[in-house]
Nanobody, 121 residues
Framework: QVQLVESGGGLVQAGGSLRLSCAAS????????MGWYRQTPGNERELVAA???????NYADSVKGRFTISRDNAKNTVFLQMDSLKPDDTAVYYC???????????????WGQGIQVTVSS
């Protein structure tokens, strides 16, 4: 069993900051890329930011320069520092991890339960 547990969401005014955390736990052999996605009602889930196990990050154009993704490999945790937040950033944010549960198993994607981020104008 693998669990991804997100924390740090909430309500913030435009221009403010939030820091999301996501900790992976359970039967994990190795974690590859980790990332954050977001989804609003009626829309598809979209990539916000992702980071490889070696620390290479990529971002959606809409968040470049405002959001920073990082990870702590020793703790199987990924973070998303969100600064200069805008009302358009309002969404449910989901943590994603591509991992192997054992050496002989395939790489698979796992998801957190989602956490609400609301930015008021």
């Amino acid at each position: 069993q693998v669990q991804l547990v997100e924390s740090g969401g909430g309500l913030v005014q435009a221009g403010g900051s939030l820091r999301l955390s996501c900790a992976a736990s359970g039967s994990i052999f190795s974690i590859g890329a980790m990332g954050w996605y977001r989804q609003t009602p009626g829309n598809e889930r979209e990539l916000v930011a992702a980071i490889t196990s070696g620390g290479t990050a990529n971002y959606a154009d809409s968040v470049k320069g405002r959001f920073t993704i990082s990870r702590d490999n020793a703790k199987n945790t990924v973070f998303l520092q969100m600064d200069s937040l805008k009302p358009d950033d309002t969404a449910v944010y989901y943590c994603n991890a591509n991992l192997k549960r054992a050496l002989w198993r395939d790489w698979n994607d796992y998801w957190g339960q989602g956490i609400q981020v609301t930015v008021s104008s």
